[in-house]
């Protein structure tokens, strides 16, 4: 952590990750910020373990700075890089326990963080020395506290999304799956196919991140991955596009609800503009009247070139929160 050094707020001490114990800790500390925050996103530490593995540009015992006071963890802040249309961006995730708040822990942990960052550039550790650099995090808009924080550190709000949400229940409008295309249940042979067509096809998003191979492992070794949710169409041996659906049912059981999240909603260039995406969104809530979920969940970038948004619109999604994206240039 050379180049890295935090002060820590009176009462308060801060501490590198030990990933033979503090996974538990860290997962606890995650699930109170969450409840408190109404975020629904309450993980097991085996979660966080699995979410948190190695890759390029993260390492737990490296990148990830722990805050204690009176011997109980009251703060966590990760940093991790990838390379995101030709610049490397640094993310920020920080929690403060909900009763530690106001006390500068937050301010504390985000400014290691941008230290972290910035000392990895020059030798390469933190992506290619001489590419652009940004530094920048998620925040909920209905969370307070980060708006103040980005803005007393030199943030500026570069983007905003959605998570949309809809009642399986509810009627859906008919979309046919176009002519000269079949879905087909998901074959273990067929996941790397199914992965590089959608690396393909988000290929278009704003800032589509680079994916690397530890991405594709932590992906297909998620303890709630079901493919039997999969809808992906296929023209022939190509992937025209896919619908990667997920249901952390261990999970909606801790937060009280029953919802399946649309985690990859993904069509090729070339069976664009031909109603592929409405007849996979149609044919995946058919598909989750069936799985005991009564809701379906998505993201969506607010601005996206592609129309998703009115997409989602018109197949019966409302959004139901707001997130933004706020970043600031990085110097080595």
Request: proline share 6%.
């Amino acid at each position: 952590m050379t180049g890295s050094v935090a002060v820590a707020p009176p009462g308060v001490t801060f501490r590198a990750f030990d990933p033979a114990a503090d996974f538990p800790r860290v997962a606890e500390l995650i699930s109170t910020c969450h409840r408190h925050d109404d975020i629904d996103w309450l993980p097991t530490a085996t979660e966080v373990a699995h979410d948190w593995s190695p890759a390029p540009g993260f390492s737990p015992a490296r990148d990830v700075l722990v805050a204690e006071s009176a011997g109980r963890t009251v703060g966590v802040v990760t940093i991790e890089w990838r390379l995101r249309g030709g610049k490397v961006v640094h993310h920020v995730e920080i929690w403060v326990r909900p009763e530690a708040r106001r006390r500068g822990i937050g301010r504390a942990l985000l400014g290691w963080a941008e230290a972290r960052a910035r000392s990895s550039i020059p030798g390469g550790e933190g992506g290619a020395p001489d590419a652009p650099h940004e530094v920048g995090g998620w925040a909920d808009s209905e969370v307070a506290g980060h708006a103040e924080l980005a803005a007393a550190r030199g943030y500026r709000i570069v983007r905003y999304f959605y998570d949309m949400r809809r009642p399986v229940a509810d009627p859906i409008p008919e979309a046919p799956l176009p002519a000269g295309l079949e879905v087909r249940s998901v074959q273990p042979d067929d996941h790397r196919r199914i992965w590089d067509a959608d690396i393909e096809a988000f290929a278009d998003h704003w800032e589509a991140g680079k994916r690397v191979e530890e991405d594709f492992e932590r992906w297909f070794t998620a303890p709630w991955l079901d493919t039997s949710l999969w809808q992906v169409a296929w023209d022939g041996d190509e992937v025209a596009g896919s619908i990667m659906t997920s249901i952390n049912r261990q999970e909606n059981e801790r937060l009280g609800v029953r919802i399946a999240w649309l985690d990859h909603v993904s069509v090729r260039r070339p069976w664009r503009n031909r109603g592929l995406a409405a007849a996979l969104i149609g044919s995946t809530v058919q598909l989750l009247r069936t799985r005991d979920a009564d809701f379906a969940a998505l993201g969506v970038d607010a601005e996206n070139l592609t129309g998703a948004l009115r997409l989602y619109e018109k197949m019966g999604f409302s959004r139901h929160k707001t997130g933004i994206a706020y970043r600031k240039a990085l110097e080595a």
